[in-house]
């Protein structure tokens, strides 16, 4: 017969392994935690550095913007330059089709 004050070994045993086992499942759970605070911990540095990347990016698009709308008007520009040229061409090569026989027919007769 056992005391009931004092246990036997294979109690002793069986406590011994169920502790080794709770410290066991403890260890694992605090690696876990660790590991899921280091992860949190590193998330908002992420987010940080995809919103500086999005400001960065953003900023270039409205310069590219600005000097997409001085590219426009510099070529809208040299378009009305090459019309009036184009006008100013035709009318003379029209007035030289209309007066050029006359004219070469005084000088040269």
């Given at each position: 017969m056992?005391?009931?004050?004092?246990?036997?070994?294979?109690?002793?045993?069986?406590?011994?392994g169920?502790?080794?086992?709770?410290?066991?499942?403890m260890a694992v759970i605090q690696?876990?935690?660790?590991?899921?605070?280091?992860?949190?911990e590193s998330v908002p540095i992420r987010v940080t550095k995809l919103e500086q990347q999005f400001e960065h990016m953003s900023g270039q698009l409205s310069e590219l913007n600005k000097g997409q709308q001085k590219l426009?008007?510099?070529v809208s520009g040299i378009g009305n330059k090459i019309t009036w040229a184009l006008a100013v061409a035709s009318t003379l090569w029209?007035?030289?089709q209309m007066f050029g026989?006359?004219?070469?027919?005084?000088?040269?007769?």
């Amino acid at each position: 017969m056992t005391n009931s004050l004092r246990p036997n070994r294979s109690d002793a045993r069986s406590e011994s392994g169920r502790l080794a086992g709770l410290e066991q499942s403890m260890a694992v759970i605090q690696h876990r935690l660790t590991h899921m605070e280091n992860r949190h911990e590193s998330v908002p540095i992420r987010v940080t550095k995809l919103e500086q990347q999005f400001e960065h990016m953003s900023g270039q698009l409205s310069e590219l913007n600005k000097g997409q709308q001085k590219l426009t008007s510099v070529v809208s520009g040299i378009g009305n330059k090459i019309t009036w040229a184009l006008a100013v061409a035709s009318t003379l090569w029209a007035i030289l089709q209309m007066f050029g026989p006359v004219l070469l027919r005084v000088l040269l007769p």
